[in-house]
């Protein structure tokens, strides 16, 4: 009887799986646009710790009240890019969204995702503030030239974070490595934002690199892990460690400045420049009321709401016009910065080559992370 | 009636034996094919005998397998000294007080897992004054740190596995006949030896489980490394993370896992038969 009990359940699961089949490797789905409507009912967006003022009188309160009957489900549910993908991947194959009507993400993994067929087209005619108002620079990145499935949230640099009293020196990618500071700084776990910032202090364009002048930069990483010199990989978890001075410097983003609680923390830009990137709103396939994630990007792309939202965050707004709302917003470099500040920037790259030459470069890096 | 009679363990074994099926037979099932199963995460991941999938889980990580049997086994030892001392003090010595005791035990249990780990950031900070008291101590060089080291992760797993150890240890004790370490006495025996020859051996089963208790999620464990750590502290856990959300190498990943699961098996295979099953199952024999 047990025995028969156990095969009567492991039947009834096998079929409601279907083993058997490919796992991963993209969806079948058929390219969506995302349908605007009446806005209304409950709306359930994912995005980044600290990426908006959610108090009293906040953005949300104030789209709820333009929107009467509209519920925004705010989460603060993504820490990391690939984190987050591997957790919702199985759903968005089956062309589900988890019930999420908007998520934001890193160009790189916007194009992934757009790649696997998990992304809806947008329509600009449903978002005319986003047509009107996104900046000129950010319209056509090489990832999504039409701007067809992703709309910047906010942009950033990747650059220094240092505390001027204890390594008052450190400017350059490469004064990490100086034994002075052995044990005391930290890079990040996106291997797309450090591994640039080194090519560039070695002085390879990291648009041109090869896949050897990534892997022969993880090997340089790996002696740092091996010597010792390189305390943590980290998430944006160095906000607590800068904060207690446990680091003099790492690698870091521009608007976590705003989240350090230590005067001597400054955002200090590479002498060889800075990584940019832009965390995009997308529509996942099988979003539930998608006339409300049209309405809230054309809402937060009205210059009189974004500059509440920059003023609190901090990253580069890819908004127009929200220094005539708040002329304190033009003189913050780290929300407007100067074209001679980024002069020598990079746009975020991946990894050239194939598939498996991505996966070979990711596996190698991951391995450095992972010691 | 006596049909009827015959069914009802079967019955009673039911709801543990569903739940067995559901959740542990049938993800076993599936994790093992998937193990199996060659190729890329873009290209999917077709159905195959790829054995080398554990060759290479094994080959590429075994730095971290000896880190983690280490790091749990430190921990689970360092567990075991501080919590025997105080089970018996709760147990035998802690009159009434004995509940406030306890529940000062459980107490932490009422904050999560998580705050309790990062609150240990705070406490081994480089300027903090604990690891100030290590380094006069000389057990941390002038220059050096506890915050993300082996060491940090090795205290996060012996405080957040401790209790695991003491609740165990505390019941057996509590349980004991204290006539018996009476007649020990009166039977001219030391302190030294009525407590190895009387009390330890009764508390035998409560040290076996609480071992167990503590080793088992402890070698799994990937929080404590990931928060406390720093470089070339990862454990198992921490690569099969990595394996499985960052490089989405699922078949290694699912390779891993069995083959930790395979290594955990034998470790305490092999301990319960060195510390006694029958210790564990109460059974005065084999003590002898």
């Known amino acids: 009887m047990l025995v028969a009990l156990f095969a009567l359940v492991a039947a009834v699961a096998l079929a409601a799986c279907g083993g058997g089949d490919t796992v991963g490797g993209g969806s ?138 204890l390594a008052p020196d450190v400017t350059n990618i490469n004064d990490l490595f100086d034994p002075q500071y052995k044990g005391k ?71 976590d400045i705003a989240l350090v609680e230590n005067d001597d923390v400054e955002f200090v830009m590479p002498e060889d420049g800075c990584i940019l990137w832009s965390d995009n709103m997308v529509i996942p396939v099988g979003a539930p009321n998608t006339a409300a994630a049209l309405a809230w990007a054309d809402f937060v792309y009205d210059p009189k709401v974004q500059a509440d939202i920059s003023d609190y965050v901090r990253y580069v707004s890819p908004v127009e016009g929200i220094e005539e709302v708040n002329p304190s917003l033009a003189e913050d470099e780290l929300v407007n910065p100067p074209e001679d500040f980024t002069a020598d920037c990079s746009t975020q790259p991946n990894p050239p080559g194939s598939a498996e030459d991505v996966q070979e470069v990711t596996e190698s890096f991951q391995a450095v992370v992972t010691q | ?59 590429g990580n075994t730095d971290q397998f000896v880190r983690s049997f280490v ?83 090795i205290a996060g797993l012996t405080y957040n596995f401790l209790p695991f150890m003491i609740l165990p240890i505390y019941a057996s004790l509590d349980r004991i006949d ?34 167990l208790l503590t080793f088992i999620p402890a070698v799994g464990d990937y929080v404590n490394a990931e928060i406390l750590g720093g470089t070339g502290t990862a454990m198992i856990g921490n690569v099969i993370q990595s394996l499985y959300l960052e490089q989405r190498n699922y078949p290694e990943a699912a390779a891993l896992s069995f083959i930790m699961m395979l290594a955990i098996l034998a470790v305490v295979l092999v301990y319960l038969r060195v510390a006694g099953s029958g210790a564990f199952m109460g059974d005065d024999e084999e003590r002898s």
């Open chain 1, 28 to 165: 079948d789905n058929e390219v969506e646009t995302a349908q605007p409507g009446p806005v209304e009912g409950e709306f359930n967006i994912s995005n980044w710790v600290g990426y908006i003022d959610k108090g009293e009188g906040s953005t949300i309160e104030e789209f709820e009240a333009k929107y009467p009957g509209t519920t925004v489900n705010y989460s603060e549910d993504i820490n990391d890019n690939s984190d987050f993908f591997g957790k919702i991947q199985p759903l968005l194959d089956q062309g589900e969204s988890g019930g999420r009507s908007m998520f934001v993400v890193t160009d790189w993994m916007a194009k992934q995702m757009n790649d696997l067929g998990y992304l809806q087209q947008i329509d600009y005619a449903d978002v005319p503030n986003v047509d009107a108002n996104l900046k000129e620079s950010l319209r056509s990145p090489a990832f999504d030239p039409d701007r067809s499935f992703s709309i910047p949230w906010q942009s950033g640099m990747t650059g220094l974070l240092v505390n001027k009293r």
């Open chain 1, 185 to 255: 700084v930290t890079v990040l776990t996106e291997m797309r934002d450090v591994i640039p910032l080194m090519m560039k202090a070695d002085g390879i364009d990291p648009e041109d690199a090869t896949k050897e002048d990534w892997l022969e930069q993880i090997d340089q990483l790996q002696e740092a892990v091996d010597s010792g010199q390189l305390r943590r990989f980290t998430g944006n978890d160095y906000i607590q460690d800068l904060t207690n001075e446990n680091v003099v410097a790492v690698i870091g983003w521009s608007g």
């Open chain 2, 1 to 59: 009636m006596t049909a009827r009679r015959r069914l009802v363990p079967y019955g009673l074994l039911a709801p543990g034996a569903i739940w067995l099926a559901l959740f542990f037979v049938i993800p076993m099932y599936f994790m093992g094919e998937l193990a199996l199963r060659s190729g890329t995460f873009t290209e999917g991941f077709q159905p195959a005998f790829e054995v080398s999938n554990f060759s290479d889980a094994l080959s």
């Open chain 2, 71 to 153: 790091y749990a086994g430190t921990a689970t030892l360092i567990a075991l000294l501080i919590a025997y001392p105080l089970s018996y003090a709760i147990a035998l010595r802690a009159g009434r007080f004995k509940l406030l005791l306890l529940f000062a035990v459980v107490a932490p249990f009422f904050t999560t897992y998580l705050i309790r780990t990062i609150a240990w950031k705070t406490i081994l900070s480089d300027d903090s004054p604990a690891v100030s008291v290590l380094q006069f101590l000389h057990l941390v060089p002038e220059d050096g740190r506890v915050l993300a080291t082996g060491a940090a992760v």
């Open chain 2, 178 to 211: 204290t006539s018996l370490i009476e007649a020990g006495k009166d039977l001219y025996a030391s302190s030294t030896q009525t407590f190895l020859r009387v009390t330890l051996p009764i508390t035998a089963p409560g040290i076996v489980a609480g071992v």
